[in-house]
C-alpha cells in the first residue's frame, strides 16, 4: 500500500511540474523559426514569474493555429491573419487575445498591404474586375496578412470577391520579395505583398526600381495580437499580461527580440491589452461582410 502511495505521490509532482511549465510559441516565417526572437523572452519570463519557459515554432500559421487547439500553447504571437482564422473556424480554442503592439499615434506606413504591377504594362485598379481574367496573380502565402487577406478585402472593392475564378491564374511565391521578383521576371501580371517588404526590395535593386510600381496600397494594418490560454489560473494570466505591458520598461533587449522578428513590428513601442473587438474597425472598412466573412471562412480549418 506504501508503494502504491508513494507512486502516486511521485505521478502527481510529476504532473504538477509539467503543469507549471509556459509553453511559448509561434509560427515560422521563410527561414527564420522566431525561437531565437521569443528566447531573451522566454528568460524575462522565467524570472517574472519564477517558473520554466519553452518555446516552440510552428512551420506554418495552419500548424500554430492547430496546436493553440489543441491547447499545445499558453502564450502565442500570431499574425492578425492568423488570429482572425483561429476565430472564424468552428475548432474550439481555449486562446484568447490579450495584448497587441502598440505604435506611436501618427504613425505612417507602419504594415500596409501593396499591389505591385510591371511599368511595362498599362493596369488600371479602378477597371480591375473587367480586365482581371488576361492577368496572373502572385500572392505571398495562404497564411499571410498583407500577402494574402488583406489583398484578397482589398480585391472586393473591385467587385472580385473569388480571385481564383476571377484571375487567369492565383498562385502563391512564397515570400513578399518573390511576390515582386515575378512581377519583374514576367512571372506575374500583378502580385501582392507588405509594402515595407516592397520598399526594401526596390531599396536594393536599382533594376528592379526601373521594372515594377505600386498600384493601389492598402489601410493600415492592425498589428497581431499575443494570444494567452485560458486555461492558465487567473492570477498567472494577470502576471503574464502585466509582463508583456511593461517588457518595453523592464526588458529592452526582450522587447527587442521579439520586434526584429516581425517585420510589421517595426515601429511598434510596446504591448497593450485590447479589447475583444480590437480587429473590427479594419475590417468593416472593406464594406460588405458577406464577402469579408466568406474569404475568413475560405481558410479557417
Known amino acids: 500500500m506504501k508503494k502504491w502511495s508513494l507512486l502516486l505521490g511521485l505521478l502527481a509532482i510529476i504532473s504538477y511540474a509539467e503543469a507549471q511549465v509556459l509553453r511559448v510559441a509561434t509560427y515560422q516565417y521563410s527561414t527564420n523559426d522566431r525561437i531565437g526572437n521569443l528566447t531573451p523572452l522566454a528568460k524575462h519570463l522565467e524570472t517574472q514569474l519564477n517558473m520554466p519557459v519553452t518555446v516552440k515554432s510552428y512551420p506554418t500559421v495552419q500548424a500554430f493555429i492547430e496546436g493553440l487547439q489543441n491547447n499545445e500553447v499558453d502564450l502565442g504571437f500570431i499574425n492578425t491573419f ?20 502598440s505604435v506611436p499615434d501618427g504613425s505612417q506606413d ?3 498591404s501593396c499591389f505591385v504591377i510591371p511599368k511595362s504594362k498599362k493596369i488600371n485598379w479602378d ?14 502565402f495562404a497564411g499571410s496578412t ?12 473591385r467587385g472580385i470577391d473569388t480571385p481564383e475564378s476571377a484571375f487567369k491564374s492565383v498562385s502563391y511565391a512564397g515570400t513578399h520579395q518573390a511576390a515582386v521578383e515575378w512581377v519583374a521576371g514576367g512571372k506575374a501580371d500583378i502580385a501582392a505583398m ?14 528592379m526600381n526601373d521594372q515594377v510600381m505600386e498600384l493601389n496600397v492598402s489601410p493600415e494594418i ?18 503574464i499580461i502585466k509582463a508583456l505591458i511593461e517588457l518595453h520598461l523592464n526588458s ?30 479594419f ?18 480549418n
Open 82 to 101: 492568423g488570429y482572425l482564422l483561429l476565430r472564424t473556424s468552428s475548432t474550439a480554442s481555449p486562446m484568447k487575445a490579450a495584448a497587441a503592439w
Open 110 to 112: 507602419v504594415y500596409k
Open 222 to 239: 492592425p498589428l497581431g495580437p499575443a494570444l494567452l490560454n485560458q486555461n492558465l489560473a487567473t492570477g498567472l494570466r494577470e502576471k
Open 252 to 281: 529592452p533587449d526582450a522587447m527587442e527580440g521579439i520586434r526584429s522578428g516581425w517585420t510589421e513590428a517595426r515601429k511598434a513601442t510596446h504591448f497593450e491589452q485590447i479589447s475583444p473587438d480590437h480587429y473590427e474597425p
Open 127 to 140: 477597371d480591375l474586375g473587367a480586365n482581371s481574367a488576361e492577368l496572373r496573380l502572385a500572392l505571398v
Open 146 to 157: 498583407s500577402g494574402n487577406l488583406v489583398p484578397r478585402l482589398m480585391l472586393t472593392s
Open 194 to 207: 507588405g509594402q515595407d517588404a516592397f520598399r526594401k526590395t526596390l531599396a536594393a535593386s536599382k533594376e
Open 283 to 300: 475590417l468593416q472598412q472593406f464594406g460588405r461582410p458577406a464577402a469579408v466573412a466568406a474569404i475568413l471562412a475560405q481558410f479557417a
